[in-house]
């Protein structure tokens, strides 16, 4: 019998549906799958309310844990075959209770020397997220097998009103009833199911050096090329942002967040427009660097 785990934290639920219906072609008689979702002593709200959402930038993007409720004892006592960890983006950045759970001694019981395939669920940009996943991996002395990343397929500045309609008013449901759906689509989240047919033939044959070609092969992941840019160029100036807010307290603190509240409006509205220009300006000079890095970010290697 194979010993899966999936280790999650999900506020909204979708992530729980994913991975779920990725778990519904690997469990059969020959693979027994546990569940442990990641439970923060302080839970974070959902819906969101402006201020904490803002005020949860700098502890995020530093990756500062935070104290989590204790790992059942049935879960830390198996050793497990394959684990499942599913995470949601917060600044680009995993997000505090997975942060805070794989700088813990738990993580390392459970993870070391083990096979893990990573699964997010995003707006948009993810590449950077999982760059600071496979380092915290490697911490705990895990082994990256695979990874699926799913994001909402809208355009950049529809999906950012739909986002927001989604995590200031806990429904994920069609804004004024003319924008989409905001994150991971339905359909997606039902196809996840196909995700667990090469993990699981990986799983049985205890070889993994192609899950993550044969995941790509069924569309685990697609490098959007022109958000890579953003991506990194986003973590420079969160770096300075993050460093400036973690020694703010009280009033004052809360005065930088208005202003950190109003420079995310204008590099999104303003300023990745920009990027997206210079990306296509720059694309056929640039064309066999974009190639590299989209295989790159569709692997499970780490530079």
Known sequence: MKEVLIIYYSQSGQLTDILKNIASTISDEKVNISYYEIVPKKKFPFPWEQEEFYGAFPETFLQIPTPLESVPSEILGKKYDLVILGYTTWYLTPSIPINSFLKSAEAKALLANTPVVTVSASRNMWIMAQEKMKKLLIANSAKLVGNIALVDRNLNHISVITIVHWLMGGKKTKMLGIFPKPGVS??????????????????????????????????????????????????????????????????????????????????????????????????????????????????????
């Open 186 to 303: 339905d359909k997606d989240i039902d196809a996840a199911s196909r995700f667990g047919n090469p993990i699981k033939a990986a799983l049985l044959q205890n070889e993994y050096s192609k899950l993550q070609d044969n995941l790509l092969e069924v569309g685990a992941v697609k490098v959007d090329s022109s958000l890579i840019a953003t991506d990194i160029r986003g973590n420079i100036v969160f770096t300075k942002w993050a460093d400036l807010l973690i020694k703010k307290e009280g009033e004052e603190r809360g005065k930088w967040l208005v202003y950190f509240k109003y420079y995310l409006l204008f590099a999104i509205w303003l300023i990745a427009p920009i990027v997206f220009i210079v990306f296509l300006l720059t694309y056929l000079p640039m064309y066999r660097k974009i190639q590299r890095d989209k295989a790159y970010y569709s692997s499970v290697e780490l530079k």
